[in-house]
């Protein structure tokens, strides 16, 4: 008897003991949570090094105007990581910019757009953070020359340009238009990329979403603006493309085809008809613009340019191959004001995402050896104006410079 109490007795410590290690179904539902929010905020992306198997151990060098900064180790690892810090201290630092140590990050860190996020949704993070491997691995994160390394010049900054506070729903507008304002603004941190910086690196509102130059690329307009934004793109097109990185105008490479990687691909079909439903909401400003004119010894010369090296994939009709080469007769990026993109893809090539539902990931041939800085300008000035377009014509001294731009750049 004595005996089967000891036994049950012990039975029940091991029972209570597994029950008290087992994270409750509110754990689970937290975790789940984070590990989507955690991805719509593209965490991945910036913290985690390319090459490095090594999920959100940092190291990745980003590229500002200012100088590169290295994004810290965000794994639960205590001695380089975030694993020593406390809940209000990981709230601080991604709603506010605050380091435990009470300095301020630098806006590469998005805080500005994760301010509209709430409390639990950060904290949701965290816990998912919290089920990944630790990795040791020790990141010095500022990097920038004198006197940008000033971290204590952050509290001007903020004081001028940064604003807390959660994102207010607006009781006009939809259920779908409110989740697609939180998702773009707050998480999705779109206007990090896409909206113009004054020289001080801070978001310019009065152009929120209509694009903007960074590491070397243009960040597209992507208001609901008919030349130069998604005006012509459809809510289904918008879908596809952030699900899949392709739809039948365009294909995703450079930062986007990163941001469809870890971000867009993994959210949700009713997310993504919600992020569509804002940015087709959102006015663009552009008023069209003037053709080149027709008689233009460039546009004589990249039509037949364009004959000779593009047409096989991108068609005599600009329509290209839907899901493979991009239409060019649409794309709202041959029309950008900014002709970095295009210039950068002629000259360098590029490789599209790959996703589940794309596997494909075509690409495009490098044409910087064949072309000179010449024929380049030609050929997108032809492109930019034709089927319709109309772009301020491409000149040769930009192509030169973004030629000795990318050769100091790594691939």
């Known amino acids: 008897m004595l005996r089967s109490s000891i036994a049950l007795a012990l039975l029940l410590g091991v029972v209570c003991a597994a029950q008290a290690a087992m994270p409750d179904s509110q754990d689970f539902v937290q975790i789940e949570k984070g590990r989507y929010l955690s991805a719509a905020a593209d965490c991945a992306a910036c913290h985690t090094n390319p090459g490095q198997d090594q999920p959100f151990a940092g190291g990745r060098p980003i590229e500002t105007p200012f100088g590169t900064i290295v994004s810290p180790n965000i794994t639960p690892d205590s001695a380089t990581g975030i694993g020593a810090w406390t809940s209000q201290q990981f709230d601080d630092a991604v709603r506010r910019g605050i380091r435990p140590d009470g300095t301020r990050l630098y806006p590469a860190m998005p805080f500005t757009h994760y301010t509209k996020m709430s409390r639990d949704d950060v904290l949701a993070i965290r816990a998912y953070l919290s089920t990944i491997p630790a990795v040791h691995n020790a990141v010095v994160p500022n990097q920038l020359p004198f006197p940008f390394n000033v971290r204590a010049a952050m509290r001007a900054w903020d004081a001028l340009f940064f604003r807390e506070g959660e994102f207010q729903r607006d009781p006009n507008k939809s259920d779908d238009w409110n989740r697609g304002a939180y998702l773009v603004e707050g998480p999705g941190h779109c206007g990090a990329c896409h909206t113009a910086k004054n020289i001080l690196g801070a978001d310019k509102k009065s152009e929120n979403l209509r694009g903007a130059s960074l590491q070397g690329w243009f960040a597209p307009d992507i208001t609901n603006d008919t030349v130069r934004g998604l005006g012509q793109w459809s809510n289904d097109d ?18 986007m085809a990163e941001e469809v990687t870890f971000s867009s691909s993994l959210m949700s079909d009713s997310d993504l008809a919600a992020i569509a439903t804002y940015l087709k909401a959102t006015p663009g400003e552009s008023n069209g613009g003037v053709p080149v004119s027709s008689d233009d010894p460039a546009i004589k010369a990249g039509e037949a340019i364009y004959r000779d090296v593009c047409s096989a994939c991108h068609g005599l009709d600009g329509n290209g191959v839907a899901g493979l080469f991009p239409a060019l007769a649409k794309s709202s990026l041959t029309r950008s004001v900014e002709p970095q993109t295009a210039i950068r893809l002629v000259l360098r090539g590029g490789r599209s995402v790959a996703t589940n539902a794309e596997p494909t990931s075509p ?5 910087g050896w064949q072309l000179t800085d010449e024929q ?3 050929v997108l000035t032809y492109v ?4 319709g377009n109309a772009a301020p014509a491409v000149t040769a001294e930009s192509v030169r410079s973004s030629r000795a731009a990318l050769a100091s750049q790594r691939e």
Do not use: C, D, E
């Open 384 to 387: 930019r104006n034709h089927w």
């Open 376 to 378: 380049v300008a030609a």
């Open 238 to 255: 918008i879908v596809r493309y952030l699900q899949t990185g392709h739809n039948t105008v365009s294909a995703a490479t450079g930062p």
């Open 363 to 367: 690409g495009m041939p490098a044409f």
